[in-house]
């Protein structure tokens, strides 16, 4: 590992903890709603009922602790402190597996699968399931950096990626990713093809002009391409807002902890896996953890400023990859392809599989079943730790 990667863990001060409760106190609400549904955004009494849960019942160090039991790293990539875990599998010859979230997500997303990831024959797998896992936090993100000047999109985080890698001893890996994850990692498979053994997506972007171009759409690709069509209209204004005016969102959001919750909070009740409340899909806890991850590093407008950095460039030109891909898709995922779809963008495709349940935040919502899927997905790749390899051995 490079000299420039130092030890990392995180600390949250008491002065904060009693800031963030005097301002959940002081909250200044609006009226309910005046609709009985989750229509004109999150429900008044929920948001009440989690800032109160929040403020006294939760505990305010969880977050720390969780993230303490998995050794974590900062390096400087191209002038910015870059956070991750870094968890190396007990099985010496493991594949490298970078891990990346997006938006509203965090490195919380995968701590439930870090264990099964790194340490597969102690978890139901096989010594050849074994990955050594990389964690990092997305530029203006969690605990890295905050970028103080414009330019870093996602193809300059993939770049950052790859320095990452090779920072932490790896010349080449697999990778990961939903969201701006999936969108990251599909640009490792085209920018840095020589580096990248595969990747895995539970998130992807295909062209619809594309799959119209296929003819004869399933009845399936017709309900695949009505959500999309339905979550355009109805539920992107959060990208609208972040993509044109991040810095005028970012001043109601650091300020007020109940913003950032209601702000993020809807996101779980409309992409996860539920039958009506988020907590169906993922605990109140693990919500907060995540809250907790952009109140303490006030990261409303620096995360927001991902959306904003490629709303005036062709980001969704569908560059195709040039390295093997394997797709799960989770069926509450925001936009869903089907095998010929995604093959589109993704001519190497060596694993396509729907799953049954899960949704938006997949390693959050259904752990055992992202694992299950990732392991799968590089075994049908090839991209697999040689046998007999535990350490010491």
């Keep these: 590992m490079s000299a420039d990667v130092v030890p990392f863990h995180v600390e949250i001060d008491e002065r904060e903890v009693a800031d963030l409760r005097d301002r959940l106190r002081r909250t200044r609400w609006p009226e309910r709603e005046t609709v009985d549904d989750w229509s004109q955004g999150v429900p008044l009494g929920y948001v009440r009922e989690l800032a109160e849960h929040w403020c006294e019942a939760y505990d305010m160090n969880r977050l720390a602790d969780r993230l ?107 990778a990961q990713g939903g969201d701006w994850g999936g969108v990251i990692t599909t640009a490792l498979g085209y920018l840095a093809p020589e580096r990248v053994l595969g990747i895995h997506l539970n998130s992807a972007l295909a062209s619809a002009e594309a799959l119209l171009a296929l003819g004869d759409l399933t009845p399936e690709e017709q309900a695949d391409l009505a959500g999309v069509q339905a979550f355009q209209a109805a539920e992107s204004g959060y990208a609208a807002i972040q993509g044109t ?36 899909a993922v605990s109140r806890d693990a919500i907060l953890d995540d809250v907790m991850v952009y109140w303490l590093n006030g990261a409303a ?60 935040f997949a390693a959050l919502e259904e752990p055992d079943l992202f694992v299950a899927e990732v392991r799968a997905g590089f075994a049908a790749l090839g991209v697999t730790a040689r046998p007999a390899t535990a350490a010491g051995a």
């Design 301 to 360: 407008a620096s995360s927001a400023r991902l959306y904003w950095e490629v709303s005036d460039r062709p980001w969704r030109d569908f560059t195709p990859t040039a390295v093997p891909v394997a797709y799960s898709v989770f069926p509450k995922e925001i936009v869903r392809l089907s095998e010929r779809w995604a093959r589109t963008r993704y001519p190497d495709l060596g694993y396509y599989r729907r799953v049954p349940r899960g949704g938006h």
């Design 245 to 280: 005016k991040p810095q005028t969102l970012g001043y109601g959001l650091a300020d007020s902890p109940a913003g950032q919750l209601a702000w993020i909070v809807e996101k779980f009740h409309a992409w996860t896996d539920n039958d009506g409340h988020p907590e169906q």
């Design 68 to 174: 303490g039991r998995h050794p974590q790293v900062r390096t400087v990539i191209d002038g910015l402190d870059i956070h991750a875990l870094h968890v190396r599998s007990p099985h010496a010859d493991a594949v490298p597996l970078l891990l990346t979230h997006g938006w509203p997500g965090s490195v919380v997303e995968f701590l439930e699968c870090v264990e099964p990831l790194t340490d597969p024959t102690a978890h139901g797998g096989d010594a050849a399931d074994a990955f050594h896992v990389v964690i990092p936090s997305l530029p203006g993100y969690g605990f890295s950096g905050k970028p103080d000047r414009a330019g870093w999109d996602a193809e300059r985080t993939a770049r950052a990626w790859c320095t990452l890698m090779e920072r932490l001893g790896y010349e080449r890996f697999a």
